[in-house]
T-cell receptor
Framework: GQQLNQSPQSMFIQEGEDVSMNCTSS?????WLWYKQDPGEGPVLLIA?????ELTSNGRLTAQFGITRKDSFLNISASIPSDVGIYFC???????????FGAGTRLTVKP | EAGVTQFPSHSVIEKGQTVTLRCDPI?????LYWYRRVMGKEIKFLLH????????ESGMPNNRFLAERTGGTYSTLKVQPAELEDSGVYFC????????????FGEGSRLTVL
């Protein structure tokens, strides 16, 4: 089906370290997105990718849309305590409007 | 500008009872979505409104769930009768344009069914 496999499930890192997480699927998506959920809040869009191979940055965050259109990764450089939260990947097909989300990567940053 | 607001933030009910969740989207956003996240799992699509019409309700689990958006403004999601497996966080999201994946989420309504 259109299930998204997101890994890792959780990460415990030291402040200042770089982080990498990814999302794969057996299906092709036309759009890949990364959302972050802070504790007690709703998910907030971080980066949207619309083209295969696209590499996009947003501050310390960098995300790539895989060439096969079946995967995406998110990197966070020089992590800080406020990076704590759950990061969700999401894939969208243009011919329908419902997005598929991954199960999330819970990030903990130790000061 | 106010964001997407959801009420209640947390509801604890017994199996068999009824709960109604409310979502107020960002003003002017025609697209309104309901999602649900069960602990540790993915955020799952439930349905999508365009104004007052149900564009896609393929994610609704069963007929115990009823969503409405009368007048095309706020939306309600009613669960009747609630079952244990309905527990989770129900997110509402809205967008001005559909098809981009760029949604504005509310803080969610946590439902606990005992």
């Amino acid at each position: 089906g259109q299930q998204l496999n997101q890994s890792p499930q959780s990460m415990f890192i030291q402040e200042g370290e770089d982080v990498s997480m990814n999302c794969t699927s057996s299906s092709i998506f036309n759009t890949w997105l990364w959302y972050k959920q802070d504790p007690g809040e709703g998910p907030v869009l971080l980066i949207a990718l619309y083209k295969a191979g696209e590499l996009t940055s947003n501050g310390r965050l960098t995300a790539q849309f895989g060439i096969t259109r079946k995967d995406s990764f998110l990197n966070i450089s020089a992590s800080i305590p406020s990076d704590v939260g759950i990061y969700f990947c999401a894939g969208l097909k243009r011919n329908n409007n419902d997005m598929r989300f991954g199960a999330g990567t819970r990030l903990t940053v130790k000061p | 500008e106010a964001g997407v607001t959801q009420f209640p933030s947390h509801s604890v009910i017994e199996k068999g009872q009824t709960v109604t969740l409310r979502c107020d989207p960002i003003s002017g956003h025609d697209n309104l979505y309901w999602y649900r996240r069960v602990m540790g799992k993915e955020i799952k699509f439930l349905l999508h409104f365009v104004k007052e019409s149900k564009q896609d309700e393929s994610g609704m689990p069963n007929n115990r769930f009823l969503a409405e958006r009368t007048g095309g403004t706020y939306s309600t999601l009613k669960v009747q009768p609630a079952e244990l497996e309905d527990s989770g966080v129900y997110f509402c999201a809205s967008s001005q344009v559909s098809g981009t994946g760029e949604l504005f989420f509310g803080e969610g309504s946590r439902l606990t069914v005992l």
